[in-house]
């Protein structure tokens, strides 16, 4: 799959055609990758070998070494190995269906330059197959955290604009199909529109704001796109969080009591962004902090942690008999002989110190026990734990925990 992505791509279009202010603030942030993106990006090329060998584009051995390569990837697993297969099989029945009513053409991982509705605009097809005065986009949707939707999805349409670019000149497409295919929600999403209102779409309502987009020109706009794009900017923006303090405050002054269904339903419904907003905002201005900005009123301290054993049972188990001066036990033994009563399971250390006593425990068992160093975490000043030196120590201590910019 193609590595190279455009300033204003087609997958976050929903996002800075709503917002185009949004796409200046982002630059402001490194672009990072995640499991998540990992895994789809795997996929995708599973997905691409299978098509590519069943239309004979590879042969059988160039095939077995591409998937022999991709398998060994950590993310490859049996579910991956049924879905793609699943895509493929869709795909190909797609494609003979245009070659039934007498012509079809498919292309694979197609790069698709829509720069005339986009500056510098161009994405990549995951599947685009010509039929009979139509194009059919279809787009592998890896990600089962968010329902997509074919029906005006600007990404398609993007990628049905840079399709149109690329063939209209030879082939005379009246329609475009576009189809989302999301095996892991069930999810087979298809609709169609005519090109010329596709291509109006592209002109007028595209055009103007993918100008202020790029020149980050365009204003702020808020709305449930900025959480469903994953804006990067969520957690300075003020746009974005003066509309999410204005719906706190709506219901700031109101007792649970005072609430009617509809409102209830309502907070409800906005719950779970909210908690995602604060938590943006909290984790950003941790990252700040430690990299020796000024939170006004707080401090970066210690979080806490959980004391842990730092051995084996039957060392605990040996450890302790020996300083109780019981002679002749074997903890293997013990332990064979539990097993055939009941699983076995060491008391927890807080269950330990509350039966022997916190001094008995100390003496018996304190070497074992291990404190982990907790967490950098952001807290105010009136907490009691000392501040950590962000710009020295914290970042030294807790360096597996910082972001780097890349």
């Not at 054993?309 to 605990?316: L, P, T, V």
């Amino acid at each position: 799959m193609p590595d190279i992505h455009a300033k204003l791509s087609a997958s976050g279009a929903k996002k800075w055609l709503s917002c185009p202010g949004s796409k200046a603030l982002e630059e402001m942030f490194p672009d990072e990758t995640n499991e998540f993106a990992e895994e789809g990006t795997l996929a995708h090329s599973v997905g691409e070998a299978k098509i590519k060998y069943a239309i004979k584009q590879l042969n059988r051995p160039k095939y077995a070494q591409i998937m022999q390569n991709l398998k060994v990837n950590r993310y490859f697993n049996e579910e991956m190995e049924e879905y793609t297969d699943g895509y493929r099989d869709f795909v190909i029945e797609i494609y003979n269906s245009y070659k039934k009513e007498g012509f079809a053409e498919i292309d694979i991982e197609q790069r698709l330059d829509f720069s005339q509705y986009v500056p510098e605009g161009f994405g990549t097809g995951d599947v685009v197959i010509l039929g009979n005065s139509c194009i059919h986009i279809i787009d592998l949707k890896y990600g089962k955290g968010v329902k997509v939707d074919a029906e005006n999805n600007p990404q398609l349409k993007l990628y049905a604009l840079g399709a149109l670019s690329l063939y209209d000149s030879i082939y005379d497409i009246e329609k475009a199909y576009m189809t989302i295919y999301q095996p892991r929600l069930d999810n087979i999403s298809t609709c169609e529109i005519n090109t010329d209102v596709l291509m109006k779409w592209g002109n007028e309502f595209v055009k103007p704001r993918a100008e202020e987009a790029f020149n980050g020109l365009g204003p702020c706009v808020a709305g449930s796109y900025c959480d469903e794009g994953f804006c990067k900017a969520r957690p300075v923006c003020r746009t974005y969080n003066e509309q999410k303090i204005a719906i706190a405050e709506k219901y700031e002054f109101k007792q649970p009591k005072t609430l009617n269904k509809d409102e209830i339903s309502e907070v409800l419904d906005i719950a779970d962004s909210i908690s995602k907003w604060v938590t943006l905002v909290k984790n950003y201005a941790l990252d700040q902090a430690l990299k020796g900005e000024k939170i006004p009123g707080y401090k970066v301290v210690e979080g806490r942690s959980n004391r842990q054993w730092n051995a084996e049972e039957h060392e605990i188990i040996n450890a302790y008999m020996k300083k109780a001066d019981i002679d002749d036990f074997d903890s293997d033994e013990y332990f064979k002989a539990l097993d055939t009563i009941a699983p076995r399971k060491l008391k927890t250390i807080t269950e330990l110190e509350q039966a022997l006593s916190k001094t008995k425990f100390n003496i018996m068992l304190g070497d074992f026990v291990l404190k982990p160093q907790g967490k950098p975490t952001l807290v105010n000043f009136e907490d009691k734990r000392p501040e950590l030196n962000t710009t020295e120590t914290a970042v030294e201590d807790f360096k597996d925990y910082i972001r780097e910019d890349k």
